[in-house]
């Protein structure tokens, strides 16, 4: 119940084109939903991140869309560049808690 | 922009020794955190930190962990005695609330 299942494992998408990263979860109590980009050798940085009160989240070329429902979430990174090619990590939390429980991350690579 | 700062950023260890991961979370934040990640594989929750006691741990942070807050900017993470194991990249992070959570680039811990 604490997973998060994180697909693909990995993606290559051509220089403008649209990637899709998608997570589902199990456990009704969590509350937050946020995705990390992650360089090699670096931290993951906080990305977006969503709560369940609301279906879609956009911020400048990266969406999260949210289905309560199906208890799944994902990223849509549009017009995906060069620079965006990283590990990505959708993560969950709930009210009770403070952990982040990660997805195990999908290896975008964008071809120019 | 404010930033967690980690040090060391590596450190090589024999087996049996005591670590210590030292780190300055973002000035105003009040939640701290220690994950950990393997090489490849997904970010780990170990414990997080309140209120200068422990507000949540995760299995992995058994007995030879600990942590501590030892003046008002630093948060310290001791492995007592290191095993094979242990080998990964601990990043620090903080919060100002729950769930927002920023994470420093990491100390990559080899134990030998």
């Known amino acids: 119940q604490q997973q998060v299942k994180q697909s693909p494992q990995s993606l290559i998408v051509q220089k403008g084109g649209i990637s899709i990263i998608n997570c589902a979860y199990e456990?009704?109590?969590?509350?937050?939903f946020p995705w990390y980009q992650q360089f090699p050798g670096k931290g993951p940085a906080l990305l977006i991140a969503?709560?369940?009160?609301?279906s879609e989240k956009k911020e400048g070329r990266f969406t999260i869309s949210f289905n309560k429902s199906a208890k799944q979430f994902s990223l849509h990174i549009m017009d995906s560049q060069p620079g965006d090619s990283a590990t990505y990590f959708c993560?969950?939390?709930?009210?009770?808690?403070?952990?982040?429980?990660f997805g195990k991350g999908t290896t975008l690579s964008v071809s120019s | 922009e404010p930033e967690v700062t980690q040090t060391p950023s590596h450190q090589v260890t024999q087996m049996g020794q005591e670590v210590i991961l030292r780190c300055v979370p973002i000035?105003?934040?009040?939640?701290f955190y220690w994950y950990r990640q393997i090489l490849g594989q997904k970010v780990e929750f170990l414990v997080s930190?309140?209120?200068?006691?422990?507000?949540?741990k995760s299995e992995i942070f058994d007995d030879q962990f600990s942590v501590e807050r030892p003046d008002g900017s630093n948060f310290t993470l001791k492995i007592r005695s290191t095993k094979l194991e242990d080998s990964a990249m601990y990043f620090c992070?903080?919060?100002?609330?729950?769930?927002?959570?920023?994470f420093g680039e990491g100390s990559w811990l080899t134990v030998v």
């Open positions: 969503i709560r369940p009160d609301v």
């Open positions: 993560a969950a939390s709930n009210q009770a808690g403070t952990a982040l429980i």
């Open positions: 456990n009704t109590a969590f509350d937050y």
């Open positions: 000035s105003n934040h009040l939640y």
């Open positions: 992070a903080s919060s100002e609330t729950r769930n927002t959570i920023y």
């Open positions: 930190f309140y209120n200068n006691e422990i507000s949540e």
